[in-house]
T-cell receptor
Framework: QKEVEQDPGPLSVPEGAIVSLNCTYS??????FMWYRQYSRKGPELLMY????GNKEDGRFTAQVDKSSKYISLFIRDSQPSDSATYLC?????????FGTGTSLTVIP | DSGVTQTPKHLITATGQRVTLRCSPR?????VYWYQQSLDQGLQFLIQ???????AKGNILERFSAQQFPDLHSELNLSSLELGDSALYFC?????????????FGSGTQLSVL
């Protein structure tokens, strides 16, 4: 079993839709959770960084962590064509980072 | 712009050759990480250096080596290249040793082995 599981998609939504991206994990020692956005053949860009269970909001993005279920989500409201990218979840315990394989998202104008 | 600089952006070489990838971390960051990303794989952790010393090692082949210099820039050396080494190679940096820290990625080096 992989440490971090992420549905690769692809996910295709119309502009303005709410997008939900999810990851599950198996290691209860993970403490910090991140979401990265990666445009094609570019470097991953840090979007959200959270610690505790609950929600964290930044503009159109909301990161949700449920440690009891070992489940994290990224919600994108009012999705835009510029949100079309691959979204990677990541988590860390100590100085070890574990990445999901990424979910490919396309927002159709 | 993350502040992490990688050169070159693209590299085309032949099997059996040796190449060097370079990374400059964000100003003040002490750790440098190297990752490999292939089309059919996610981000594969290769190695981490912290303040000049090797800190953690991942799935790095023996043909690959890295170092971090006193000015904190890092180089990843890939030798006896094979077709399967073709991939995107990313460098990332963090402020300290990585414990509960954020990773910031460079824009990557696209390596094509022909």
């Amino acid at each position: 079993q992989k440490e971090v599981e992420q549905d690769p998609g692809p996910l295709s939504v119309p502009e303005g839709a709410i997008v939900s991206l999810n990851c599950t994990y198996s290691n209860s020692a993970f403490q910090y959770f991140m979401w990265y956005r990666q445009y094609s053949r570019k470097g991953p860009e840090l979007l959200m960084y959270t610690y505790s269970s609950g929600n964290k909001e930044d503009g159109r993005f909301t990161a949700q962590v449920d440690k009891s279920s070992k489940y994290i989500s990224l919600f994108i409201r009012d999705s835009q064509p510029s949100d079309s990218a691959t979204y990677l979840c990541a988590m860390t315990t100590g100085n070890q980072f574990y990445f999901g394989t990424g979910t490919s998202l396309t927002v159709i104008p | 712009d993350s502040g992490v600089t990688q050169t070159p952006k693209h590299l085309i070489t032949a099997t059996g050759q040796r190449v060097t990838l370079r990374c400059s971390p964000r100003s003040g960051d002490l750790s440098v990480y190297w990752y490999q990303q292939s089309l059919d794989q996610g981000l594969q952790f290769l190695i981490q250096y912290y303040n000049g010393e090797e800190r953690a090692k991942g799935n790095i082949l023996e043909r690959f080596s890295a170092q971090q210099f006193p000015d904190l820039h890092s180089e990843l050396n890939l030798s006896s290249l094979e077709l399967g080494d073709s991939a995107l190679y990313f460098c990332a940096s963090s402020v300290g040793d990585g414990t509960n820290e954020k990773l910031f990625f460079g824009s990557g080096t696209q390596l094509s082995v022909l």
